[in-house]
Protein backbone atom coordinates (compact mmCIF):
# COMPACT_ATOMS: atom_id res chain seq x y z
CA UNK A 1 0.00 0.00 0.00
CA UNK A 2 1.80 3.15 -1.38
CA UNK A 3 1.93 5.56 1.49
CA UNK A 4 3.25 8.49 -0.37
CA UNK A 5 1.74 9.21 -3.90
CA UNK A 6 2.78 11.25 -6.99
CA UNK A 7 0.14 10.34 -9.21
CA UNK A 8 1.40 12.69 -12.15
CA UNK A 9 4.28 9.77 -13.93
CA UNK A 10 5.07 13.15 -16.10
CA UNK A 11 4.92 17.00 -17.02
CA UNK A 12 5.76 19.60 -19.70
CA UNK A 13 6.19 22.94 -19.33
CA UNK A 14 7.23 26.13 -21.30
CA UNK A 15 10.68 27.29 -20.03
CA UNK A 16 10.24 30.76 -17.89
CA UNK A 17 6.03 29.24 -17.03
CA UNK A 18 5.57 27.71 -13.47
CA UNK A 19 6.00 23.89 -12.83
CA UNK A 20 3.46 22.52 -10.21
CA UNK A 21 4.35 19.27 -8.88
CA UNK A 22 2.12 17.23 -6.72
CA UNK A 23 2.07 14.40 -3.91
CA UNK A 24 0.04 13.26 -1.56
CA UNK A 25 -0.12 10.93 1.71
CA UNK A 26 -1.99 8.69 3.26
CA UNK A 27 -0.75 9.12 7.13
CA UNK A 28 -1.63 12.10 9.07
CA UNK A 29 1.41 11.44 11.41
CA UNK A 30 3.82 12.08 8.67
CA UNK A 31 5.06 15.47 9.79
CA UNK A 32 8.13 15.79 7.52
CA UNK A 33 8.18 16.30 3.97
CA UNK A 34 11.24 16.30 1.42
CA UNK A 35 11.59 17.16 -2.51
CA UNK A 36 14.43 15.19 -3.83
CA UNK A 37 15.79 16.06 -7.70
CA UNK A 38 17.06 12.69 -9.82
CA UNK A 39 19.15 13.57 -13.25
CA UNK A 40 19.68 10.62 -15.28
CA UNK A 41 22.77 8.05 -14.20
CA UNK A 42 22.93 10.10 -10.95
CA UNK A 43 21.62 9.58 -7.43
CA UNK A 44 18.66 11.92 -5.77
CA UNK A 45 19.71 14.83 -4.61
CA UNK A 46 17.91 16.95 -1.92
CA UNK A 47 15.94 19.66 -3.09
CA UNK A 48 13.74 21.47 -0.21
CA UNK A 49 12.14 20.34 2.90
CA UNK A 50 8.88 21.02 4.85
CA UNK A 51 8.32 20.59 8.58
CA UNK A 52 4.17 20.08 9.08
CA UNK A 53 4.36 23.53 11.51
CA UNK A 54 4.42 25.15 8.50
CA UNK A 55 2.35 25.58 5.19
CA UNK A 56 5.13 27.04 3.23
CA UNK A 57 9.05 27.07 3.02
CA UNK A 58 10.67 28.70 -0.36
CA UNK A 59 14.17 28.48 -1.31
CA UNK A 60 14.74 30.66 -4.56
CA UNK A 61 12.31 29.36 -7.22
CA UNK A 62 11.41 26.42 -5.51
CA UNK A 63 8.49 26.71 -3.23
CA UNK A 64 6.67 23.60 -1.26
CA UNK A 65 2.92 24.13 -0.13
CA UNK A 66 1.83 21.94 2.68
CA UNK A 67 -2.06 21.44 3.30
CA UNK A 68 -2.31 18.87 6.47
CA UNK A 69 -6.09 18.96 5.89
CA UNK A 70 -5.70 17.44 2.36
CA UNK A 71 -2.19 15.60 3.60
CA UNK A 72 -1.47 17.04 -0.12
CA UNK A 73 1.98 18.71 -0.93
CA UNK A 74 3.11 20.74 -4.06
CA UNK A 75 6.26 21.53 -4.99
CA UNK A 76 6.18 24.90 -7.35
CA UNK A 77 9.23 25.70 -9.45
CA UNK A 78 9.13 29.46 -11.25
CA UNK A 79 10.18 30.24 -13.80
CA UNK A 80 11.12 26.99 -14.53
CA UNK A 81 14.26 26.48 -17.03
CA UNK A 82 15.69 23.41 -18.92
CA UNK A 83 18.10 22.31 -16.26
CA UNK A 84 14.88 21.50 -14.07
CA UNK A 85 14.01 18.65 -16.44
CA UNK A 86 14.52 15.40 -13.78
CA UNK A 87 12.74 13.28 -11.96
CA UNK A 88 11.12 14.55 -9.00
CA UNK A 89 10.51 12.53 -5.88
CA UNK A 90 8.77 13.71 -2.80
CA UNK A 91 9.33 11.62 0.62
CA UNK A 92 8.00 11.80 3.88
CA UNK A 93 9.13 10.94 7.19
CA UNK A 94 7.30 7.71 8.39
CA UNK A 95 9.45 7.26 11.27
CA UNK A 96 12.92 7.68 13.47
CA UNK A 97 15.16 7.29 9.76
CA UNK A 98 12.52 6.26 7.70
CA UNK A 99 11.68 8.26 4.46
CA UNK A 100 9.15 7.13 2.30
CA UNK A 101 9.25 7.96 -1.15
CA UNK A 102 6.49 8.42 -4.01
CA UNK A 103 7.49 7.17 -7.20
CA UNK A 104 8.23 10.30 -8.83
CA UNK A 105 7.20 13.12 -11.33
CA UNK A 106 9.33 13.33 -14.70
CA UNK A 107 9.89 17.55 -15.68
CA UNK A 108 10.63 18.19 -19.19
CA UNK A 109 10.69 22.28 -19.16
CA UNK A 110 10.35 23.12 -22.72
CA UNK A 111 12.39 25.65 -24.52
CA UNK B 1 33.90 17.71 -2.49
CA UNK B 2 32.40 15.42 0.49
CA UNK B 3 29.76 12.90 -1.17
CA UNK B 4 28.97 9.10 -1.18
CA UNK B 5 30.33 6.76 -3.63
CA UNK B 6 29.10 3.45 -4.89
CA UNK B 7 31.00 0.73 -6.16
CA UNK B 8 30.54 -0.65 -9.16
CA UNK B 9 28.12 1.39 -10.91
CA UNK B 10 26.96 -1.54 -12.57
CA UNK B 11 27.27 -5.35 -11.47
CA UNK B 12 26.11 -8.30 -13.27
CA UNK B 13 25.55 -11.79 -11.47
CA UNK B 14 24.18 -14.98 -12.71
CA UNK B 15 21.25 -16.29 -10.55
CA UNK B 16 22.05 -17.51 -7.03
CA UNK B 17 25.60 -16.24 -7.11
CA UNK B 18 26.30 -14.29 -4.04
CA UNK B 19 26.85 -10.59 -5.04
CA UNK B 20 28.33 -7.59 -2.85
CA UNK B 21 27.86 -4.08 -3.62
CA UNK B 22 29.60 -1.06 -1.56
CA UNK B 23 29.13 2.46 -0.88
CA UNK B 24 31.84 4.65 1.00
CA UNK B 25 31.45 8.37 2.28
CA UNK B 26 33.35 11.10 3.31
CA UNK B 27 30.44 12.81 4.74
CA UNK B 28 31.00 11.24 8.27
CA UNK B 29 27.67 10.44 8.70
CA UNK B 30 26.83 8.15 11.47
CA UNK B 31 23.56 7.18 9.83
CA UNK B 32 23.80 4.83 6.41
CA UNK B 33 20.83 3.98 4.25
CA UNK B 34 20.12 1.03 1.79
CA UNK B 35 17.30 1.20 -1.01
CA UNK B 36 16.21 -0.85 -3.72
CA UNK B 37 14.45 0.87 -6.27
CA UNK B 38 12.98 -1.03 -9.17
CA UNK B 39 11.74 0.53 -12.78
CA UNK B 40 9.28 3.56 -12.59
CA UNK B 41 8.85 2.67 -8.76
CA UNK B 42 9.46 3.99 -5.77
CA UNK B 43 13.28 3.65 -3.42
CA UNK B 44 12.13 1.03 -1.03
CA UNK B 45 14.58 1.29 2.32
CA UNK B 46 15.48 -2.31 3.11
CA UNK B 47 17.94 -1.45 6.31
CA UNK B 48 19.36 1.20 7.66
CA UNK B 49 22.41 1.95 10.11
CA UNK B 50 22.71 4.22 12.88
CA UNK B 51 26.62 3.60 13.50
CA UNK B 52 27.23 -0.60 14.57
CA UNK B 53 23.61 -0.61 15.17
CA UNK B 54 21.46 -2.51 12.33
CA UNK B 55 17.54 -1.56 12.19
CA UNK B 56 16.06 -4.16 9.31
CA UNK B 57 12.94 -3.46 7.65
CA UNK B 58 10.28 -5.82 8.57
CA UNK B 59 9.27 -6.25 4.41
CA UNK B 60 13.21 -6.59 3.54
CA UNK B 61 13.69 -10.23 2.21
CA UNK B 62 16.37 -12.49 4.45
CA UNK B 63 18.04 -13.01 1.37
CA UNK B 64 19.59 -9.32 1.93
CA UNK B 65 22.01 -8.63 4.14
CA UNK B 66 24.38 -5.78 5.42
CA UNK B 67 27.95 -5.09 6.87
CA UNK B 68 28.94 -1.90 8.34
CA UNK B 69 32.53 -2.30 9.65
CA UNK B 70 33.40 1.44 10.16
CA UNK B 71 31.95 5.09 9.68
CA UNK B 72 32.99 5.10 6.25
CA UNK B 73 31.64 1.84 4.40
CA UNK B 74 28.72 0.08 4.05
CA UNK B 75 27.98 -2.74 2.05
CA UNK B 76 24.86 -4.83 0.44
CA UNK B 77 25.09 -8.75 0.46
CA UNK B 78 22.52 -10.72 -1.61
CA UNK B 79 23.22 -14.04 -1.02
CA UNK B 80 21.67 -15.67 -3.62
CA UNK B 81 20.34 -13.35 -6.41
CA UNK B 82 16.77 -13.99 -8.30
CA UNK B 83 15.06 -12.41 -10.92
CA UNK B 84 13.53 -10.21 -9.26
CA UNK B 85 16.21 -8.88 -7.34
CA UNK B 86 17.45 -7.04 -10.34
CA UNK B 87 17.03 -3.39 -9.70
CA UNK B 88 19.17 -0.11 -8.42
CA UNK B 89 20.46 -0.58 -5.55
CA UNK B 90 20.91 3.18 -3.78
CA UNK B 91 23.20 4.25 -0.59
CA UNK B 92 22.05 7.40 0.94
CA UNK B 93 23.69 9.16 4.38
CA UNK B 94 22.11 11.07 6.71
CA UNK B 95 24.01 13.28 10.03
CA UNK B 96 23.95 11.69 13.26
CA UNK B 97 21.23 13.25 16.00
CA UNK B 98 19.47 15.30 13.52
CA UNK B 99 16.23 13.38 12.58
CA UNK B 100 15.40 15.60 10.36
CA UNK B 101 18.09 15.64 7.94
CA UNK B 102 18.15 14.84 4.49
CA UNK B 103 20.03 12.21 3.20
CA UNK B 104 22.57 12.19 0.70
CA UNK B 105 22.45 9.55 -2.01
CA UNK B 106 25.21 7.82 -4.28
CA UNK B 107 24.98 7.36 -7.56
CA UNK B 108 23.19 4.04 -7.06
CA UNK B 109 24.42 0.55 -8.70
CA UNK B 110 22.87 -1.12 -10.98
CA UNK B 111 22.26 -4.92 -10.54
CA UNK B 112 21.17 -7.46 -13.61
CA UNK B 113 20.79 -10.95 -13.03
CA UNK B 114 21.50 -13.37 -15.50
Known amino acids: DQQVKQNSPSLSVQEGRISILNCDYTNSMFDYFLWYKKYPAEGPTFLIS?????DKNEDGRFTVFLNKSAKHLSLHIVPSQPGDSAVYFCAALGGTYKYIFGTGTRLKVLA | DAMVIQNPRYQVTQFGKPVTLSCSQTLNHNVMYWYQQKSSQAPKLLFHYYDKDFNNEADTPDNFQSRRPNTSFCFLDIRSPGLGDAAMYLC?????????????FGDGTRLSIL
Open chain 2, 92 to 104: ATSREGQVRQPQH
Open chain 1, 50 to 54: ISSIK
